[in-house]
């Protein structure tokens, strides 16, 4: 097995002011480990040139591969360019292309591309450009003396982007790394941690290759699987061999492997059955349907939902009925029930589901911060409704229920559709 | 004023598996920030003998102040103390009270106690326990030749227990540092990073103390003002009339200082205007709504909103008129017309948004992937339209929309309301 060492540095002095977190470094590191190689050090320098010069000599001497991200945007402050033309007097030009895209962007939107904005397209020579594909200005990986540098710019979300897409499988073909580490994460829900843990004790301590790690979720909790194998082949096999473990002790609480989310379990169920959903949401705010709508082909599930955050728009567009309001109020069993069905005949969907409860900070008709009701209906069944305490402030409370939501949504649609 | 070079060393494997995010650099260097010290380098580095020496060694020659977390355990994997002596030489005696800390520890929760837990209790020769009033085990502080070292256990919860009660204190009673560093960060809209740097470049240029940096974020830009002055007072001053300087640049494109957000600045005009709001979101699917309901008092601006994705919906609960529709699509500056309007009317409100547009990835209605309409209309005024083309995904272009949404509607209730 070959040991390429691998080494992230960050440039940027909101870094060391403390103003973000290195969430680059521990993304790409967890990228770089997945994929056979190890990190060794993390760095973290400023906008000051004569210290970004000393990491860059300082990393040229311990690393094969350095990962720089930040410092390459067009303003003066950037200094990652000028630091490493300073420690290896390659010639910089002008890459034409992304010259192109800069200049195209700034014309769609009629406004005038100030010169430094050229600083970004300007590229090492014999450097290979790193296309961005979600953002405008692109990054770039140069062999020199022997290390090979990779320079991306610090947004996450760019930078996620470029070294999937470019980054690793360059490393890949040019280090002829070939241990193959593959990590699953098989998700659950309705299941805590511990219990997780206790269930699957004998197979988390019983086995090192694939290792077994149970961590705590935001949607539930996942169990993460990784292998190591000499091929993507034999990796998965253990992977797959230890998942069918874990499924025939806890298959009852998996929704989904991976980067799924318990929104796209949902609508994959929902398109498969061709239905319709609707929500009419109170205290969620049209989060529900928002996680649904930012999935690509949302119009093959989506009718659309209602935000009725006042009570007005609960009898005037939703047309709950006011003895119900009057009788119950509006956090109650009865509310949630007919905001559920009438969602589905307001908006014309097959199913609809219904948010309405306490955020807080303060207790509303006599009802606690964490209090709330949600139903769920469709045409032809009885309706569903569950209320649940949650604890936290106000936007774990909603962030809690609509993932309560989807989940109860979840078994309604296997169970009962 | 003294420029006391303070450094954070992260030591352990986890943090280079990307298992978790390097929280405790961050913290630390805020803390720093705010009590005047300069930290320069962020290093991390795993459980290995050879590789903590090497970084101890360079940060030696570097640093003034070198804070160590991680790497203090009673496992063998634990490798800062057998790291420090290496490059010291200083003898290591065991702490008596640290010692009988660990003992009843132990024997508090009938447990027993390996003999390799006494390693938690050796402390350096001449060091400075920093009691641990939270956990176990101790942290110390030791002078060696030009530097102080602080060695603190990785656990967020102790080290910041540590950081505040004992290192703080310690370190600016033996450095004479009294330099207060306060920092604010002005926000801005509807500009982009190069072109505010380009007006402001005058004063970016012109002074050293505040600084003046502009940083690209999420919803629009923003500059960060520092200053370092002796007494709280004194830099506020310095902050606010730098703040003034760039306002009078700016400031038509300013909406908020530090952490506001734009979500914020509206509801806060329209609370003070006492207007009720409702949307009408298409492609959007909620978000705008959620950025608002997630604000507490939600229920004194917020009326609802209708997520018409569908449309059906846009027809039949939101009352656009079909021939609208046909004639000009429902991407269309006139759709998202009628979609404000009515949603002011449908939902009982003064005010209503609309967003209406190709979220992608296809073309809809010969419209390509990030055309937007963003409607504005509030009873008795004439309803604005905003065409807009935004780059990125799926997502980006949703995420993108409202934020210019509450953009413009920021301008429309400070210019027209």
């Not at 720089?68 to 950037?78: A, I, K, R």
């Not at 119009?299 to 939703?318: F, Q």
Request: hydrophobic fraction near 40%; charged fraction near 20%; include cysteine.
């Amino acid at each position: 097995m070959s040991q390429i060492k691998t080494e992230i540095i960050g440039v940027g002095t909101e870094l060391l002011l403390g103003q973000i977190a290195n969430t680059n470094a521990q993304w790409i590191s967890e990228r770089m480990a997945e994929n056979g190689f190890s990190v060794f050090h993390h760095a973290v320098v400023g906008d000051n040139l004569q210290r970004v010069v000393a990491q860059f000599e300082q990393s040229a001497e311990r690393s094969d591969v350095i990962i720089v991200t930040g410092g390459l945007g067009p303003t003066e402050d950037d200094m990652t360019r000028e630091a490493f033309q300073k420690i290896s007097n390659l010639e910089m030009v002008e890459h034409g292309p992304s010259m192109d895209k800069i200049e195209a962007f700034f014309k769609k939107r009629n406004s005038v591309m100030t010169e430094n904005n050229r600083r970004q397209a300007r590229m090492f020579k014999g450097a290979k450009v790193v296309e961005n594909q979600v953002g405008m200005a692109p990054g770039m990986m140069v062999s020199h003396q022997n290390s090979m540098w990779v320079f991306l710019p610090g947004v996450p979300r760019e930078m996620k982007a470029m070294i999937t897409n470019t980054v690793l499988p360059y490393l890949k073909q040019h280090t002829g790394e070939h241990t193959v580490i593959k990590s699953t994460m098989l998700r659950f829900i309705g299941i805590g941690e511990s219990r997780l843990e206790d269930e699957l004790k004998d197979i988390i301590h019983g086995q090192s290759n694939p290792t077994v790690a149970p961590l705590a979720q935001n949607e539930g909790v996942a169990i993460r699987v990784t292998a190591k194998a000499s091929s993507e082949a034999e990796a998965f096999e253990l992977i797959e061999s230890t998942k069918q473990q874990i499924l025939s002790k806890t298959g009852g609480h998996f929704y989904g492997s991976d980067e799924q989310s318990l929104a796209e379990k949902v609508f994959g169920l929902l398109k498969n059955r061709g239905l319709f959903i609707a929500a009419a949401e109170s205290l969620t705010g049209g989060m529900f349907m928002e996680r649904l709508v930012a999935l690509e082909g949302a119009s093959k599930v989506c009718s659309g939902g209602i935000v009725c955050y006042d009570t007005k728009v609960k009898e005037n567009v939703l047309r709950v009925s006011p003895e119900t309001i009057t009788q119950y109020g509006t956090i109650s069993e009865q509310c949630a029930g007919e905001m559920a069905e009438n969602s589905c005949s307001v908006l014309g969907a097959d199913i609809g589901i219904s948010f309405t409860g306490v955020a807080g900070p303060d207790a509303q008709e006599g009802h606690s911060p964490g209090t709330v009701f949600i139903g769920i209906h469709a045409i032809g069944k009885e309706t569903v409704i569950k209320k649940c305490v949650f604890q936290g402030d106000r936007n774990t409370i909603r962030e809690r229920s609509v993932i309560k939501g989807f989940e109860l949504l979840m078994n309604f649609l296997e169970k009962e559709l």
